[in-house]
Structures are given as C-alpha cells and as structure tokens.
C-alpha cells in the first residue's frame, strides 16, 4: 500500500487522543456541574466518583462504534482511499471545532459534531465520485448518504431542548414549593422518600441508558427486565427509601449529598459508555479499514478497487482501546482547564446569587423578559392573595453567612432535580429508540430548574437568557459548521491528493497549538483578576492592591490615546481596531469590577466605613475613565473603517498638542499615586487647566475650519468628540486622584 495511508493512520490516531481531551473537556459539563454547583463534596472527592463512572463506562462500552462506520453513509459504495479520505476529514473538523468552542467556554454536542462532520466528508466524496463517473448523478447521492439519521437527530434535538427545559422548570417548582430554600426541617421527614425517588431515576438512567448493550449485562436479562421494568423501579423505590433511611436517622449522614454523588457517578457511566464513539469511533474505523486494506494487499488485491462492505458488519471493540481512551478522559478531567472552563459557564448561568455577568442583553432576552414580567402581572390577578403569600415565602431565600468563595452557585435540592430529571428524560429517549443528545438534555434541564428557582432575576434574567440562546445557537451552528467544513475539507483532500493531506495536518496542528496560546492567555487575565478578590481578607492590602491597579490602567489608557491618533494619523485600520478592542475590554473588566464592590467592602468594613465609601469612588471613576476612553477609539475605527476622509493636517496637529499635556498630566498622576506624595497636586491642576484651556481653543480652531468649508462634515464631528471625550477622561482622572488620595489618607488614620 501507498505510504500515504500508514501517515493518515498516524494522523487518526494522534487526532483520536486530541479528540478525546476536547470531547470531555466539552462534555465535563453533562456529569459534573450539579456536584460541583452545589458543592456536594470536595472537588476532588466529585472527580474521583466521576473518574470511577467514565473507566466502569468505557470499559464496558457498547457497539456505538458502528455510527463512525455505516451511521449516515453506506460504507459498501465507497473505496478505501475514499473512506480514509473521509474519516480523515471528520478527524480535522471534529477536533478543532471542539476545541474551538471549548476555547471560549462554550458546551457544545459531540453527537452533532461527529454525524454532521460525517455527513459532510461523505457528501464531498460522494459528490466526487459522481462527477467522475459517467451516468451518474446529484440524483444519485441517496445510494451513497443515509440522510433519515440526520434528520432523525435534528428532531430529536429540537424535541429535546423544549421538553427537557419545560420538565426542568416544572418539576424544580413543584419541588421548591414543597421543599422551600428553608429545606432542612421538612427534609427530616419526607428526605429518605425525596432521595430515594431521585436514586431510583438515576438507577434506571444506569441501567437502560449507560449499562444497556454492554457485556457487563447479559441480553437475555435486558430484555426481561424491560419487561419487567415498572416491577423492578417499586423495587428500587422501596429499597432506596429504606437505606436513605438508615443512613440518615441512624448513620446521621447527608444523603442529599450521597444522592448527588451517585447521580455524577451514574452520568459519567453513560457518558463513556456512550460517547466514547464520539471520540475515537473514527479512528478505530479508519485503523479497521487499514487492516482490512493491508489484509487485502497481503493476499494480492488490488486496495485502489478494494470496497469497504466489510465495515458493515458487527462492531467488536479491542477492550485495551476502550480501556485507554477511559483513561485519557480521567486524565482529562483532571488537568484540563477547558473543562473548568466549559463547566463555568453552565454554572455561572445557573447561580442563585447576582453578579457580573458574562454575557450582555439582545433585544430578543429583553422582549422575552418583558413578556415574561406583563404575562405575571396578569396572571397574578386571578390569584388569591393568600396563595400568593404562601408561595413567596416558600421562595424566600435563605441568608448566607459565607463569602462568596465558600457559598455554593444553588444548593443540593436543585442539584438532585438536575441529575435525577436529566437522568429520567435520557433513558426514557434511550428506550423509546429516539435521537437526543446528552449535552443539550442536561443544560437544559439546568436552564430550566434555575428559571424555576428564580435565580433568574430581574436584574440578571436578561444577561442568562442571553446565555442560553448564545449556547442554543452554539449547538445548532455546530451541525452548520461541522457539515460545511467538513464538505470543503473533503473536497480539498480529494482533489489536492498527498500535498493536500500534509498541509491540512500541519494548519490543524498550528490551529490547535495557537488555541491553546490564547486559552492560556486569557486565563492569566482572568487569574490576575481574580487575584484581587479572592485574597484572604487577613492578607489583603486593598490600598496597595488599588493603587497598582489605577497606575497600570492609566498606562495602558495613555498608551491607547495615543495609539488612536497615531492610527487616525496614518489611517491604520488595524491599530484603530486593536485599540478599540482592547479600551472595551478594559471597560468590561471596569465594569465588573463595580459588581464585585461587596466582597472587598466585607473585608473592608471592620477598618473603617469612610474607606469603602472612597472605595467605591475609585471604582466608579475608573470605570468612568474607561468608558470615555471607549467613546474616544470606537467612532475612530468606525470613521477609518467606513473609508471616511482622513483627518487634516491642521486637525491632527491641535490633536498632537493635546496628546502630549494629556500624557505628561497622566505621567504626573501616576507619579503621585505611586509615591504616595501629593505635594504637587496643585501643579497638576495647573496643568489640567491649561489642557482645559487647549481644547477649548482646538474647539474654536474647528468652528472656523467648518465656517471656511476646510473640514468634511463627518471628520469634523469626530475631532469634536475626541476633544469632548479627552475632557471627560482627564476631568474622570482627577475626581479619581483625588478619590485615591483621601482612599490613602484615610487608611492611615486607621492604621
């Protein structure tokens, strides 16, 4: 055989290891986040159950492997080249599609990716093969594309996403109504009962979902216990119950938290009993065609005529393979920081406190929440008041004691309403045979338990909602991406031959490599920002900590004002935008910073009051600074951008001059705030003055360029809204030195 092959062999291979570090990176989020959002054990006492359930699950995993072979194509139709070309280019899509997503913290459908990715490859080389063959036709593509599995799994998700939300939603109501966040008195009584209803879903999810069509269970004995499953479910029920029962009254142990346990234990096993074809399925299907095709060569075939009829029999897994990939996926788990990544953001979307939040408002989040909040002032009306009462007391929330660090995002009932209803709802698609995906089940069923809950406020409804549609989206652009890449890259490869199949493995090499360095990048952002508060409040010098941040912040901003006009100067398009791009960055962390003003008054309030009152000054005014900034580079991008006339001459010389007294009084600022010596305030607002004074008389300068016709109307308005922003941003600086500077005198009072 042709060398080629042995290299795309390597290639699947090393791809299958990729494929499995994204994949559960990715799909963490499916069987950890209930354990970890409501902080059921230690963290790592959560991955050890989940690691026991992934190696139990892919040991033990059953014949799915048979969806990379013959699940939306007919293997007997094509070639070896063809097929290796085909698996080939699912491997280049699948992993860096993946890792894209889970690059930006965002959960995605490993089913969806590898069918879609699967479907386009083989329509490319189908599309190939009938155009190089004479009577054939596009009416001809049915003989080679299983198309019912795409649309079978396209209606499963849509059918999954509404079903899982509404039953997420309704079952966390009925179940806060009774229970209240106040559950520990009636959980005394009625917990055994509640946990064993939640295990005996869970055990029925283990068995027919993550242990069905796997040896671990004998045929004959799922098929009698399908026959017998409500039968079998009292059983568990009642067996269940009894040991809660025990456990609690007698052991004095938390079962909520062994019912949490057992539920990621549960998820884990299904997910790599499951999906672990997701992962390596076409690797192992192209590793099988190269046996097949050397097999053949061996005994004198020609493999370029060899068609792939063998892949349409039965899937015999090698058990070391399985047992490898299980233990890539536990390694995973516990190292990857995409997967704290992916994982945060479900959580985040699910907390029950407020916050910053991660994502902003549409107009489609905004008209969902006011039809929401006019459908509730309605239907209020036809509700008795007492009944109202009752059930705002039963949502009352309880007080928390604990910091921000210690508090868990929801608590331990919602966490077993996830597991026990995700659960539920899988295995019951699972043995009604209907196409759901995992990923989407679990999210929404979390969406949906937290709208329920209420941890979707008004102040933050909006911002979720939007979370969720971006996430929603995300997985229906997944089956549009996937099948398009993969469509494009499997007509590269067919048409580009040997140099085509070597330059495609180096761009995906380079791609992963360049999205680990951005990962990396924006984790020590965010751990350097995340620094601050998470300082333990005896070893926080909040004045220290404040001021190194002001300084930075003003030398980044100097350094962005100038480099805006030096942009608008050569009319560089990109500098414009890499400054834009980082000022609003810098605003956004400004922002943030605002919401995260209670954690830092906590620790600040056993010092003085009048501290945190500066505190918040600071804040704010920073966040001024910022924002102006941001008025000052975006309409400059969008000036050069829209190929608007550059400024003049005489326009970007009063802008020099300005330049040069905004960065010596910022020079000066940081001077004084980093000394801690004030003396020369007075100088400094001598010297605002002055700038004052230059930009009214830039004003007057532009009013007679307008008057002379020496100005187009649109250059004209922008160089009057830097000179209105420069004011702002410089006034801002000095209410904020200012700020700082009593900031500073107060702490030392108290010392």
Known sequence: MDHIYLFVLVILMAFAVSALIVGVSNDAVNFLNSALGSKAAPRYVIFLVASAGILLGSIFSSGMMEVARRGVFYPENFYFHEMMMIFLTVMFTNVILLDLFNTFGLPTSTTVSLVFGLLGSAVAVAMVKIWGTDGETLGDLPHYINSGKALGIISGILVSVIIAFITGTVVMYITRVLFSFHYQRAFRYVGPLWCGIALTAISYF??????????????????????????????????????????????RINILKLTVLAGTLSLALAFAGNDLVNFIGVSVAGYDSYNIAAEAAANGVDVSTLKMGALDGAVTANPLILFLGGGVMVTTIWLSKKARSVSETEINLARQDDGAERF????????????????????????????????????????????AEERAPFDLIRATVNLAVASILIASATSLQLPLSTTYVTFMVAMGSSLADRAWGRESAVYRITGVLTVISGWFLTAAVAFTVAFIVGLVLMYGGDIATYGLAAVCAFILFQSKVLFSRRQKKAAAREAMYKTDAQELNIVDESTEEICNAMRTMTKLYSDTLEGLANEDRRKLKDTMRTAEQMYQEAHERKYRLLPILRKLEANNIDTGHYY????????????????????????????????????????????????????????????????????????????????????????????????????????????????????????????????????????
């Open 360 to 403: 902003g408002s549409t107009s489609l989040s905004r008209a969902l929440v006011r039809g929401a909040v006019n459908f509730n002032k309605n239907f209020t009306k036809y509700v008795p008041q007492r009944v109202q009462r009752f059930i705002e007391r039963r949502f009352e929330p309880m007080v928390v004691l604990e910091t």
């Open 616 to 751: 918040v000054q600071v804040a704010d005014y920073v966040n001024e600074v910022a924002k102006a900034l941001v008025h000052i580079t975006r309409p400059s991008f969008e000036h050069i951008d829209n190929n608007h006339e550059g400024l003049s001459p005489e326009q970007l010389a009063d802008l020099q001059d300005i330049n040069k007294r905004v960065s010596a009084i910022y020079d000066e600022i940081i001077q004084m705030l980093q000394s801690k010596d004030f003396s020369k305030l007075d100088e400094a607002l001598m010297h605002r003055d002055q700038l004052f004074e230059t930009l009214a008389q830039a004003i007057k300068n532009q009013i007679y360029r307008v008057r002379d016709n020496a100005s187009s109307s649109r250059s004209s308005m922008l160089y009057l809204d830097i000179i209105t922003e420069t004011k702002t941003m410089v006034l801002q600086s000095r209410n904020l030195l200012k700020a700082q500077k009593h900031f500073l005198s107060t702490e030392e009072e108290v010392m």
């Open 206 to 251: 283990a068995i027919f979902k993550g242990l069905k069509d796997t040896p671990i269970l004998p045929h004959e004995l799922m098929v009698w216990m399908e026959g017998h499953t409500w039968e079998l479910m009292a059983y568990c029920l009642v067996g269940w119950t009894m040991l809660m029962g025990v456990m609690q009254y007698l052991l």
